[in-house]
């Protein structure tokens, strides 16, 4: 699922043992990639040892790019997991606040 989504996202997250690591795909909206991994990393401080491991897709753009209709019946096991900061009624986009 992770794979499909870097199509459509911006970075790719990772936070393994406590570091982050991060791989880009595109060019964000301005700078909301470092915001978003400057949270993740305060968080990290906050709580050492506490944190879990994950694997995490963001989109940057100004509108949800998982649009609901593409995935209804047989396809709704491939929603690509994609956290945006932006969604409506008609997309699966997974709402991050920035």
């Known amino acids: ?13 990772v936070v393994r043992g406590g570091s982050i690591f ?23 401080r906050r709580y050492p040892g506490r944190f879990p491991d994950l694997d995490l897709m963001f989109d940057c753009v100004d509108w949800p790019v998982v649009c609901e209709h593409l995935y209804r019946g047989n396809h709704a096991a491939f929603i690509p997991p994609l956290f945006s900061y932006c969604g409506d009624d008609t ?8």
């Open 1 to 13: 699922m992770l794979a499909r989504s870097h199509i459509i996202a911006s970075f790719r997250l």
């Open 22 to 44: 991060v791989q880009r795909f595109s060019p964000p909206f301005q700078t909301r990639d470092l915001f978003t991994i400057w949270g993740i990393f305060q968080l990290l």
């Open 91 to 98: 997309t699966l986009n997974i709402v991050f606040p920035d």
